[in-house]
């Protein structure tokens, strides 16, 4: 199984990319991995919040294949500890044979459909993040989970 980290459009922060390309060298010791960029929605500044997420969940949608795992992070999700999350990890990488999706929404957040789609939702924190930063935030807990699980010095508890 592959894991895939999806998000919308490309980051306009140099800092950004360099940081989650460390953190993608690290992670594909563990398993082969992608970051899949989704080109932005056209006309996008026109458009209202909802009909911009709807757009957007129609690129991620036709991205999907139907035995994909499906992890959205998202603000309402779920919050858990590292260690839980090394755990929930482990256990859909043995239980799934498609990819494992993390997806990233757009400025405003995934739509009803992605929601209804998603396997599971978590949330990073209670603080809020820009779409663009919690890229490399979120790889970085996807690194930790895997020296979690391979027992590497890198996470203190």
């Known amino acids: 199984m592959s894991v895939i980290l999806m998000v919308i459009g490309k980051t306009t922060f140099d800092w950004v990319d360099h940081g989650c390309e460390e953190y993608i ?3 594909r010791k ?13 006309s ?8 911009l997420k709807l757009a957007e969940g129609e690129i991620v949608l036709k ?9 959205l992070l ?7 500890k590292s ?12 239980n799934k044979k498609g990819h494992l999706v993390f997806l990233i929404g757009g400025m405003f957040g995934a739509g009803e459909k992605i929601k209804d789609r998603a396997d599971f939702t978590m949330s990073l924190s209670q603080m809020t993040f820009s779409h ?7 790889l970085e807990q996807l690194y930790r989970a895997c020296t979690i699980l391979n027992g ?4 203190n508890e």
């Open 30 to 42: 563990y398993f082969s991995f992608e970051k899949m960029e989704l080109p932005n929605v056209k």
């Open 74 to 80: 998202d603000e309402n999700g779920l919050e858990m």
């Open 44 to 51: 996008r500044g026109k458009m209202s919040a909802e009909m």
């Open 83 to 94: 260690e839980k999350f090394a755990r929930l990890l482990q256990t859909t990488l043995a």
């Open 63 to 71: 991205n999907l294949k139907p035995n994909d795992t499906l992890i």
């Open 152 to 155: 590497e010095p890198y996470h």
């Open 132 to 138: 663009q930063q919690i890229r490399i935030l979120f």
């Open 25 to 27: 060298k690290r992670l």
